[in-house]
Every structure is written in structure tokens, then in C-alpha cells.
């Protein structure tokens, strides 16, 4: 063991976007602050943040069916879009906030407009759809959403969807030109980039952390190099356990009550990618449809302009697997060994209760190649088999709470537990993760950073013109800051406007 031992104000496991959207979030409110990001990979964005690992769509609530659920009586609930599309625009303030100060590089490399669309077939889904698009279009967010039913507009909108298909087919779709594709490995590069510019700033990789103990300064973290075996012990005021299916092992180290009865239900993914250029040509827009019953969300095929350093392909999926990994990278030991007295009830529980998603888990499992592809024709009737091929994604660790009813329930989205004294906090779960993970970590800050609030608050309210209450109920607000936002991450013809 190291006799010496370094002391930082504060230690962030894993070097993915959110302890890199943290970590320069930290440093824009306090430059002398000292802070270490630690990963266990060769470089940081190698597992849920690399562009082929998740789908890259900047999630506004726009096109995701899931994210407006129809009651009993057919009406539909838009609230959570509402938050969603509100929490991105607050991450496209923090993005416009870097780049108007001229060191971050250039948007280009990391978001890109891409129409957003949602597509329906059959009565039922047609009505539920023209519901949703009469509900979203009341509010000032989704006001620019349009609808067709007619098979000449959708020809417009989505080219290669339409060839081929049966005139007689009963479909509908919704399209805003406002969406974004983002390249989250490559922001977080530009983000950890910045980072290290700052000074008081690093990122060391091949990290594991085998150890943490709270003592009186915060915690004492024990750090293996994974290439000589050597540890060494960091004394951190403040830990952020921010290491995707990873930070659920780690919370259960630390030993806090806050983390008791939480568990993980790992499930893997896989595409079907296109780069014909082609055939990339004829679709140019995100389109979600609805998932089949018994799908976890993260399932909701959709047919995706992926634009991946440049250059443009077609994603589709994502078709979902099996694996005891919390990690791609991962050990198959991870979900035996993350179970612990506290959390086997919750586990048992959800495993009683969600056997139609274990149905359809190995369903999806046992799947050929030609079968994902008959899904594929679903949305693209004329495919030819040899423009496509089956690409990994990466792995999702949902999130499996106790619950007072049902004693464990699984949750699909994200949940911060931070300690009480707000001197730990890690980040479970999956999507929407990264598009919102701005009011994922402003949130971490208010919890974990209150006694700063006071001396923080005129940077944040520079930083971020609006917060997620005031986009949601102000329309003179909402335009007035996306405009600037689209305008500054270049995703609008206009010119950049000043900073």
C-alpha cells in the first residue's frame, strides 16, 4: 500500500457522461476545486456513452410512445414527456453555455438535427397516436409536431419506410423537424478534453476501485492499476459513483443505508446496422414505434439516423438479450454477486411478477438473423438481408427497488441515492440517461453541494437561463432559450448568436 495519499475534494468513478458532465459542472462553479475522475477501461466513453452502445437519439419526449401512456378511458398522460423534452433543453443550455465560450470545440462532432417520428399501424395505434399528437400539440414544446395518415405526405417523411408498402395499409406517423442525434461518446471526449484544460483536473484510466470507508473528511477510496497490480488510497470529501451498471456494486461497498434493497436486473441489446449510403440516403430521421407486450422500454423498435464521427449509417432495434454483465466489459459473475440479504426479497419479488419480460428475454435470445429481420420489414418493407448486420449494444442495469405492496419492483429510468450528508452519490438505471444527465447532476449538486447553493447561484443562473418549471409553464421562455440553444449548437440554418 502507497504511504502517501492523495486528497481531492472530489472522486469520480468512471469517466462516462455523467461523471464528465459532473465533473465540468463542478469545475465551471468552483475552478479551484480538485477533482479526480477514475476508470476501469483503457479510455473513458468505452461502455454505455460509445455511440454503438446506445441510440444516440436526444430524448424530448418527442417520438417515444412510452414516455405518454394511454389510461383506461384513452386519454393520454404527456407529463413525463413534458419533463423529458424540459430536462433536454436544459442539457442544450449547459452544451450552448461551452461552446459560447469558445474552448470547447465544435458542436458538429457531437449533435446533429435529425426529424424526430413516431409511426403506428393498425386502428387502435392510429387512434392512440392522433390522441397523443392532439395532447402534445397544446404545449408550447411540441407545438411544430405535425400528423398524416395519407401515404403520399409519409413518403415525404420517411422515403425508405414507404417503398414497397401496401397501399391499403392503414398507418399513421408524427414528425418534428426539432430533434437531434447525439454522439454521447464523443461529447464526453470533448467534455473530459475541456476538463483536463482547467487545471486542478484529472482522468486516470485502468482504475479499479476495491475499497471505499467513510471517515470524518468524507471517504478513503483503496484504487488498484489494473495493468501492475499497484493500489494507492485517495481521501475524497465527496465520491460520485458514476460507472453505469458498475455504480450498483460500488453503492453496496460503500455500506450506506441509503443503498440497502436495491438490486439490478441486467439486460443486453443488439442492432441491425446499414452503412449503404444508399440506403442511408432515403431516411433521414429517428422513428419509434410501439413495443410488443412484455418489452422493457429500452426495447421500443426504432429505425435511427445514426451520424458516428461524420459519417452516416441506419440503426434498428434494439433487440434485447440475456446476460449476467452489469458491464459489456463485465464479469457474468456481476448479478450473482450483487445479490445480498437485503435486497434477495425485492429481487424474488420481480422475478415473480415480470414473467412476460422473461418470456419475451429469451424469445429475443433465441432469435436468427432472418427473424430480426422480418421485424425489420415492419418498418422497411424491400430490406435486402446483405446491407444489414447485427452490431452489440451495450449493457443496462435496471433498477430493482423494494416496494411496500409488491416487496421488489422493477424500474425502468434512472434514480440518484446520494447519502444523507451528501457525501456520496451514485446513479442507477438507464434511459433516458444521457440526454438528461445536465438535470441529473444539477439535481446531485442541490442534494449533495447545499451548503454551496447560496454562492453557486449566480453562475447557475448564468450557466442556465431557465431551469425545468419555467420551460414547462413559460412559452415566451421555452422559445426564447431553445432558439438561442439551437443556434449555438448549430442545429438551426441561422447564424450563432453571440455570447
Known amino acids: 500500500m502507497a504511504q502517501n495519499i492523495e486528497t481531492v475534494d472530489a472522486l469520480l468513478v468512471g469517466a462516462g457522461i455523467m461523471s464528465a458532465t459532473l465533473a465540468v459542472l463542478l469545475k465551471e462553479?468552483?475552478?479551484?476545486?480538485?477533482?479526480?475522475?477514475?476508470?476501469l477501461q483503457e479510455s473513458g466513453a468505452v461502455e454505455s456513452s460509445n455511440p454503438w452502445n446506445n441510440a444516440g437519439t436526444g430524448h424530448a419526449g418527442l417520438c417515444e410512445l412510452n414516455y405518454t401512456p394511454q389510461a383506461a378511458d384513452g386519454s393520454?398522460?404527456?407529463?413525463?414527456?413534458?419533463?423529458?423534452?424540459?430536462?433536454?433543453?436544459?442539457?442544450?443550455?449547459?452544451?450552448?453555455?461551452?461552446?459560447?465560450?469558445?474552448?470547447?470545440?465544435?458542436?458538429?462532432?457531437?449533435?446533429?438535427?435529425?426529424?424526430?417520428?413516431?409511426?403506428?399501424?393498425?386502428?387502435?395505434?392510429?387512434?392512440?397516436?392522433k390522441t397523443r399528437f392532439e395532447a402534445l400539440r397544446q404545449h408550447h414544446a411540441f407545438a411544430s409536431m405535425e400528423y398524416a395518415e395519407d401515404h403520399a405526405t409519409m413518403a415525404e417523411w420517411m422515403p425508405l419506410m414507404m417503398q414497397g408498402r401496401d397501399d391499403g395499409e392503414r398507418i399513421a406517423a408524427t414528425r418534428v423537424?426539432?430533434?437531434?442525434?447525439?454522439?454521447?461518446?464523443?461529447?464526453?471526449?470533448?467534455?473530459?478534453?475541456?476538463?483536463?484544460?482547467?487545471?486542478?483536473?484529472?482522468?486516470?484510466?485502468?482504475?479499479?476501485?476495491?475499497?471505499?470507508?467513510?471517515?470524518?473528511?468524507?471517504?478513503?477510496?483503496?484504487?488498484?492499476?489494473t495493468r501492475n497490480g499497484e493500489a494507492r488510497e485517495v481521501?475524497?470529501?465527496?465520491?460520485?459513483?458514476?460507472?453505469?451498471?458498475?455504480?450498483?456494486?460500488?453503492?453496496?461497498?460503500?455500506?450506506?443505508?441509503e443503498g440497502k434493497g436495491f438490486g439490478g436486473f441486467p439486460v443486453s441489446g443488439q442492432w441491425l446496422r446499414c452503412d449503404n449510403p444508399e440506403v442511408v440516403e432515403l431516411h433521414q430521421a429517428k422513428v419509434y414505434s410501439q413495443a410488443e407486450v412484455g418489452a422493457p422500454p429500452?426495447?421500443?423498435?426504432?429505425?435511427?439516423?445514426?451520424?458516428?464521427?461524420?459519417?452516416?449509417?441506419?440503426?434498428?432495434?434494439?433487440?434485447?438479450?440475456?446476460?449476467?454483465?452489469?458491464?459489456?466489459?463485465?464479469s457474468f459473475l456481476d448479478l450473482p454477486l450483487s445479490v445480498r440479504p437485503s435486497n434477495l426479497g425485492p429481487m424474488l419479488a420481480v422475478?415473480?411478477?415480470?414473467?412476460?419480460?422473461?418470456?419475451?428475454?429469451?424469445?429475443?435470445?433465441?432469435?436468427?438473423?432472418e427473424q430480426r429481420l422480418d421485424t425489420l420489414r415492419r418498418f422497411y418493407p424491400t430490406l435486402k438481408a446483405e446491407?444489414?448486420?447485427?452490431?452489440?449494444?451495450?449493457?443496462?442495469?435496471?433498477?430493482?427497488?423494494?416496494?411496500?405492496?409488491?416487496?421488489?419492483?422493477l424500474q425502468f429510468g434512472t434514480e440518484l441515492v446520494a447519502a444523507g450528508d451528501g457525501s456520496i452519490a451514485a446513479l442507477l438505471g438507464a434511459?433516458?440517461?444521457?440526454?438528461?444527465?445536465?438535470?441529473?447532476?444539477?439535481?446531485?449538486?442541490?442534494?449533495?453541494?447545499?451548503?454551496?447553493?447560496?454562492?453557486?447561484s449566480g453562475k447557475l443562473a448564468e450557466i442556465f437561463p431557465a431551469r425545468e418549471k419555467v420551460l414547462q409553464t413559460d412559452a415566451a421562455v421555452y422559445n426564447e432559450v431553445s432558439t438561442r440553444s439551437d443556434q449555438l449548437l448549430e442545429l438551426t440554418s441561422k447564424s450563432p448568436v453571440a455570447a
Open 76 to 129: 393520454v398522460d404527456i407529463k413525463k414527456a413534458v419533463l423529458i423534452n424540459s430536462q433536454f433543453e436544459v442539457s442544450k443550455q449547459f452544451w450552448s453555455h461551452l461552446i459560447a465560450k469558445g474552448s470547447f470545440g465544435s458542436p458538429k462532432n457531437f449533435i446533429n438535427p435529425i426529424p424526430h417520428l413516431s409511426f403506428v399501424r393498425g386502428d387502435k395505434d392510429i387512434e392512440f397516436l
Open 351 to 369: 422475478a415473480r411478477d415480470n414473467m412476460d419480460l422473461t418470456r419475451y428475454l429469451i424469445k429475443e435470445v433465441m432469435q436468427s438473423q
Open 431 to 456: 434511459s433516458p440517461g444521457a440526454s438528461v444527465t445536465v438535470s441529473i447532476m444539477l439535481d446531485l449538486i442541490e442534494r449533495c453541494f447545499a451548503d454551496r447553493a447560496g454562492e453557486w
Open 29 to 39: 462553479l468552483d475552478p479551484g476545486m480538485k477533482l479526480e475522475i477514475v476508470e
Open 177 to 225: 423537424l426539432g430533434g437531434t442525434d447525439v454522439n454521447f461518446g464523443a461529447l464526453t471526449a470533448q467534455l473530459l478534453a475541456y476538463l483536463a484544460k482547467q487545471g486542478g483536473a484529472t482522468v486516470t484510466c485502468n482504475q479499479k476501485v476495491t475499497d471505499l470507508k467513510r471517515n470524518e473528511d468524507g471517504w478513503r477510496v483503496t484504487i488498484k492499476d
Open 298 to 330: 429500452m426495447s421500443v423498435p426504432h429505425l435511427d439516423t445514426r451520424v458516428v464521427d461524420g459519417k452516416k449509417s441506419l440503426l434498428f432495434g434494439p433487440y434485447a438479450g440475456f446476460s449476467t454483465k452489469f458491464l459489456k466489459h463485465g
Open 387 to 409: 446491407d444489414w448486420r447485427l452490431e452489440i449494444a451495450g449493457q443496462r442495469v435496471q433498477i430493482i427497488k423494494k416496494d411496500p405492496k409488491k416487496g421488489g419492483i
Open 235 to 257: 481521501q475524497a470529501r465527496f465520491v460520485f459513483l458514476g460507472a453505469g451498471g458498475g455504480a450498483l456494486p460500488l453503492l453496496q461497498l460503500s455500506g450506506i443505508p
